[in-house]
């Protein structure tokens, strides 16, 4: 079962823009994971928050993480062509072999 | 270092048959766990293996199942094949944090099955 929603479902921007990806779930989670899957591949891994993180940086991508509200924002800026792929949040309990997904956000970014 | 390797990378299968997708992890790798990937259920958790034995199991059937050997590598096997079983299985690997815990899960390339 998917743990939660991740909104918008699509969305489409222009090369350097910023896209902003939302994610809501359902229990509690000692740490919520982003991935990107380009056409039906494998994931790749993006970045890990825990639920004692409240932001997170790596390179182009933002994190943001708020436990109060079971919710979680992804901000790509300045997107490139190649950032065009779906992106899904997936969260982890405190065993962390178990992962739940949402259903994603496709990302179209038009150079 | 060498990322999680699936074979067969592509299967098609018919109905009633059964079939067996392996998994090699990251080298120190002692966590693998499997998912199923369809368009109208996304992304499921099937199950995880830690030192050769189950940890965590998700909502599916008996028909699937899993092991794992002594060098972490793991197989999932799917008996009695159904068309919807038609899917992209993904396998992941993680190394063990704090407590024992899996940490970040690095994912292969996938096996996508079809069943006729």
């Known amino acids: 079962s998917q743990q939660g929603e991740e909104d918008p479902q699509a969305l489409s921007i222009q090369e350097g823009e910023n896209a902003t990806m939302n994610c809501s779930y359902k229990t509690s989670i000692n740490n919520l994971q982003w991935y990107r899957q380009n056409s039906g591949r494998g994931l790749v891994h993006l970045i890990l928050i825990r639920s004692n993180e409240r932001e997170k940086h790596s390179g182009r991508l933002r994190v943001t993480l708020d436990t109060s509200k079971k919710s979680s924002s992804l901000l790509i800026t300045a997107s490139r062509a190649a950032d065009t792929a779906s992106y899904f949040c997936a969260t982890a309990d405190n065993q962390g072999g178990k992962l739940i997904f949402g259903q994603g956000t496709e990302l179209s970014v038009k150079p | 270092k060498a990322g999680v390797t699936q074979t067969p990378r592509y299967l098609i299968k018919t109905r009633g048959q059964q079939v067996t997708l392996s998994c090699s992890p990251i080298s120190g790798h002692r966590s693998v766990s499997w998912y199923q990937q369809t368009p109208g259920q996304g992304l499921q958790f099937l199950f995880e293996y830690f030192s050769e034995t189950q940890r965590n199991k998700g909502n599916f059937p008996g028909r699937f199942s899993g092991r794992q050997f002594s060098n972490s590598r793991s197989e999932m096997n799917v008996s009695t094949l159904e068309l919807g079983d038609s899917a992209l299985y993904l396998c992941?690997?993680?190394?063990?944090?704090?407590?024992?815990?899996?940490?970040?899960?690095?994912f292969g390339p996938g096996t996508r099955l079809l069943v006729l």
């Open positions: 992941a690997s993680s190394r063990e944090g704090l407590f024992g815990r899996a940490e970040t899960q690095y």
